[in-house]
């Protein structure tokens, strides 16, 4: 078997080991860091994947200017989706009662999308985008989109959508740090839209 294919069917199952562990906000970050970013990162090295061949790069400036163009059109987005009641109901996910607590639950929620974005553009999509980029894009994106099933029903499309533009950004990029950019910063201000009096009817 073909190691990226190999790689890909080693890794699909741990991305619903940490829905399947129940913890508090930081226990599953350390879950989601342990299933979506180190174990993940030992097993590519064992079979031979350098850092650059799952994404593990410095972004090129298409990467980088795609990140800044979709984060601006993402704004409108978010300032709607903080007026849908089960969407403002829901986020942010993280208990705080300051300043400070507000700051440090979106760090926590900064590592949460790093493993993500390593896992998904990273782990199980640049491996197969060498052979076949369309059939890469399709298979991280699948899992990315059930992982999302139990949370507000209109984030499963926009997941399916946005894990698509993810990874055709990340190739152009060579690397998954524009969309860890730009899933981080948007899920931040959207935190902060649903916190404010903004998001109040």
Not at 29 to 41: D, I
Not at 104 to 124: N, S
Request: neutral net charge; aromatic residues 16%.
């Amino acid at each position: 078997m073909e190691k990226s294919a190999l790689l890909y069917l080693v890794l699909l199952p741990l991305s619903f080991a940490p829905w399947l562990i129940s913890s508090t906000f930081w226990g599953h970050v350390a879950v989601v860091l342990f299933f979506y970013l180190a174990l993940p990162l030992v097993i590519s090295r064992a079979l031979g994947f350098s850092r650059e061949e799952v994404g593990l790069n410095q972004p090129g400036r298409e990467g980088l200017k795609l990140f800044l163009i979709l984060f601006v059109l993402s704004i409108p987005l978010s300032i709607y989706g903080a007026t849908i009641p089960s969407m403002r109901n829901y986020y942010p996910v993280f208990h705080y009662s300051s300043l400070t607590t507000f700051l440090l639950g979106e760090l926590g929620m900064g590592l949460i999308m790093l493993a993500h974005e390593a896992f998904y553009r990273g782990f199980l999509l640049f491996p197969l985008a060498r052979k076949n980029e369309w059939l890469a894009i399709i298979l991280q994106d699948v899992p990315y989109t059930i992982v999302h099933l139990g949370k507000p029903g209109i984030e499963v499309p926009y997941a399916f959508v946005a894990g698509i533009i993810f990874a055709k950004m990340d190739l152009k990029g060579k690397s998954f740090l524009p969309s860890f950019l730009l899933h981080w910063l948007g899920s931040a201000f959207f935190d902060l839209l649903c916190a404010s009096s903004f998001a109040v009817p």
